[in-house]
Structures are given as C-alpha cells and as structure tokens.
C-alpha cells in the first residue's frame, strides 16, 4: 500500500492564481482531512470528508474549497491564492472518525508571492 | 469546544536522558487523546492513543503517556532518548464531530 500521497511536493503560486493539491488513499477509508500547518500554530483542519459525495468545513475553510467523488479522492482547490495561503499542507485519512488513527500524507509545501 | 496545550514550545535533552512532554487539555467529558510525531520533511505519525481504561498507554518506539483526569494532562514519556527522537511532537484531542484539535508541537532536540 503506498498510504496517502499528495502531489505537488512543492509549488509557488503568483496572487491570484489558483491551483489544485492533490490527495489520494489506497486504504479504503472513509474519512479525509485536509490541514494546513503554520509555524509555531499546529495542525489546523480546513475541511473534511466522511465519504464521497461529502464534505463539510473545518476550522479554516476561508479561500479553499474541496469534493469528493470517489473513496479514494480528496482534491483541494485554491481559487485566488493570496499569501496568507503560504503553509505547508496535509492530507489525511481514516477509517472512521476521530477517535481512529489518521494517517498522513508526506505534505505539500505552497509558496505565494 | 476542547483545547489543547503544549506549554513547551522547544526541548533539548541528552542521549540516553529521560523525556517527558507535557500536554494539557480542555474538554467537558472524557476525551480521546493522541501523541502524533512528525520527523523532518514528513507527514506525522501516531505514536499512540488513549480512549478508556487504563490511564497508562504504551506506544511505538518505546514511548507511553499517562492520563490524568484530575490534571486534565496526557503527558508523553520515554525512560532513555535515541539521537532518533529528535522531531516534533504534537498532542491531540478528538472530540465532537470528526475533528481532531492539535496542540501546536514541542520541538525536541537531542544532542549526542
């Protein structure tokens, strides 16, 4: 099983331009997480999913949006990316909800400028 | 709404020192808590979790936490550090919902 991947690794966006982080599990979980991780601030979660077709907002949805069409699938899209976005990302799922294990992706690291 | 405090931001201890991370959490009822470790450059993993039971968890890579309601604490302890250990270290708790809220990390540092 290669887990969760994510991909970029590594991007630099211009303000205003969009993109979309990309998210993907082989381990059949139903729950999928999107976080974003500051210096000095922890983990926080932007949105989640509890299947496809599902999703609903974390703590710091504001600028992102997501869907989920497939079990395997939990794209990000960044619509007009301004430099507060600059973090580094997180992927995660897990079989159930939060009192399971989540299991991370290696992260995408987002430079806006 | 729960909360989680990691009230030291850096830690530096010698090889083959003990270790203990402290964490303190704010939550109504009995709370799930987690210890995830994240290594340079990667995603975090969890290192173990606490739901019921036994107030003494044991975990991977020769760590345990102990809970302990009356000092709403879910510190993180290991008897001898390895030069491996150096990473962060982030305490959750998971609650209402399907959200978990993450402290915001010690950093260990482990000189030789």
């Known amino acids: 099983n290669a887990g969760v991947t994510q991909t970029p690794k590594f991007r630099i966006l211009k303000i205003g331009q969009s993109m979309t982080l990309q998210c993907a599990q082989d381990?059949?979980?139903?729950?999928m997480y999107w976080y974003r991780q500051d210096p000095g601030m922890g983990l926080k979660l932007i949105y989640y999913?509890?299947?496809?077709?599902?999703?609903d907002k974390g703590e710091v949805p504001n600028g992102y949006n997501v869907s989920r069409s497939t079990t395997e699938d939990f794209p990000l899209r960044l619509e007009l990316a301004a430099p507060s976005q600059t973090s580094v990302y997180f992927c995660?799922?897990?079989?159930?909800?939060?009192?399971?294990?989540?299991?991370f992706g290696p992260g995408t690291r987002l430079l806006v400028l | 709404a729960q909360s989680v405090t990691q009230p030291d931001i850096h830690i530096t201890v010698s090889e083959g020192a003990s270790l203990e991370l402290r964490c303190n959490y704010s939550?109504?009822?009995?709370?799930?808590l987690f210890w995830y470790v994240q290594s340079p450059g990667q995603g975090l993993q969890l290192l173990l979790k606490?739901?019921?039971?036994?107030?003494l968890v044991q975990g991977i890579k020769g760590f345990e936490a102990e809970f302990k309601r009356s000092q709403s604490s879910f510190n993180l302890r290991k008897p001898s550090v390895h030069w491996s250990d150096a990473a962060e270290y982030f305490c959750?708790?998971?609650?209402?919902?399907?959200?978990?809220?993450f402290g915001e990390g010690t950093q260990l540092t482990v000189n030789p």
């Open positions: 959750a708790v998971g609650a209402s919902g399907s959200r978990l809220t």
């Open positions: 381990m059949n979980h139903n729950y």
């Open positions: 939550y109504g009822a009995t709370p799930y």
């Open positions: 995660a799922s897990s079989w159930s909800a939060y009192e399971e294990t989540q299991y």
């Open positions: 606490y739901f019921s039971g036994d107030t």
């Open positions: 999913s509890v299947g496809a077709g599902i999703t």
